[in-house]
């Protein structure tokens, strides 16, 4: 069963910059959808951003986009998520979610996940 690690969370203030990395453990095949999901306290889990492995096509969610961008290095087994302009309402945990349905934002249709990383944005 593969394995995702999130890491890169952190405490930055508003207008700052963080990158998300998410490492899977076994070599992800093409097609495969690797996303981004994201839940504050006392909200419900909301996806970010997607892209499928080995494609050129990404998804994003309206609040992020054109802030966030997501990427991938098959090399490494990496997805990146990769945040700009930080606001306060993009204080939650992230996580990490692998599937195989392009494009969606259904958390039911992802099969593995990560422990998720803590980004916390100050104003």
């Known amino acids: 069963q593969v394995q995702l690690v999130e890491s890169g969370g952190g405490s930055v203030q508003a207008g700052g910059s963080l990158r998300l990395s998410c490492a899977a453990s076994?070599?992800?095949?093409?097609?495969?959808?690797m996303a981004w999901f994201r839940q504050a306290p006392g909200k419900e889990r909301e996806g970010v951003a997607a892209i499928r492995i080995g494609r050129v096509s990404t998804y994003y969610a309206g609040p992020v986009k054109d802030r966030f961008t997501i990427s991938q290095d098959n090399a490494k087994n990496t997805v990146y998520l990769q945040m700009n302009t930080l606001i306060p309402e993009d204080t939650a945990m992230y996580y990490c979610a692998m599937g195989r349905i392009w494009p969606s934002f259904n958390a039911s249709s992802y099969n593995y996940w990560g422990q998720g990383t803590q980004v916390t944005v100050s104003s």
């Open positions: 076994d070599d992800v095949a093409t097609n495969t959808v």
